[in-house]
Structure formats: C-alpha cells, structure tokens
Nanobody, 115 residues
Framework: QVQLVESGGGLVQAGGSLRLSCAASGSIFSINAMGWYRQAPGKQRDVVASISGGDFTNYADSVKGRFTISRDNAKNTVYLQMNSLKPEDTAVYYC?????????WGQGTQVTVSS
C-alpha cells in the first residue's frame, strides 16, 4: 500500500505564495507520474499540474506562469510552488501518484486565497 500526505496549504492573501508538498511512503518501488489536482466547492476535481518520470511537466492554462511543479525522487516527494495566487485558486488541493500501475490519492490540503 502507498500513502500520500500533502502539506503546506493555508490561508493567504491574493498575490501571495504557498508551497505544497506531497510525500509518498509505503510499498514504493517505482513512482512514475505525479500530479496536483484541485476541487473547489460544487465543482469537479481538475488537474492543475503534472510531472512525468522523465520530469516532463504540464500545466492547466489557468496556472501557467504562476505555478511550478517539481519532484525530489530521493525523498519521494512532489512540490507545487504557487505564486501570484488569486481568489479563484481557492480549493482543496490533492496529490496523485502513479506507483507501478496503480494510482493513489492523498487526503487533500485546503488552500484559501482572500481578496
């Protein structure tokens, strides 16, 4: 079994920054793709950013130029640096990881951006 634990969420004013972390633990032999998703109240869960095993990154149009995804393979951790935050970025942010052939989700961390 694999566990993903997110941290770094919180309350920030518009224009501010936050850095989310997601650490994987458990039966890890190969972490392939990792990504961040978010879900605002009453909306579906959407991908924010992803990073492949070869460090190829992809971003939602709404966060391009403001968010940066990165990973530390030695620590089995993925990060999401969020700059120039906007109120519309408010959501629960979830980490997702492809370990072997199985996808796993974290429990989520709340990000609230005040105007």
């Amino acid at each position: 079994q694999v566990q993903l634990v997110e941290s770094g969420g919180g309350l920030v004013q518009a224009g501010g920054s936050l850095r989310l972390s997601c650490a994987a633990s458990g039966s890890i032999f190969s972490i392939n793709a990792m990504g961040w998703y978010r879900q605002a109240p009453g909306k579906q869960r959407d991908v924010v950013a992803s990073i492949s095993g070869g460090d190829f990154t992809n971003y939602a149009d709404s966060v391009k130029g403001r968010f940066t995804i990165s990973r530390d393979n030695a620590k089995n951790t993925v990060y999401l640096q969020m700059n120039s935050l906007k109120p519309e970025d408010t959501a629960v942010y979830y980490c997702r990881a492809l370990v072997g052939i199985n996808w796993y989700w974290g429990q989520g961390t709340q990000v609230t951006v005040s105007s």
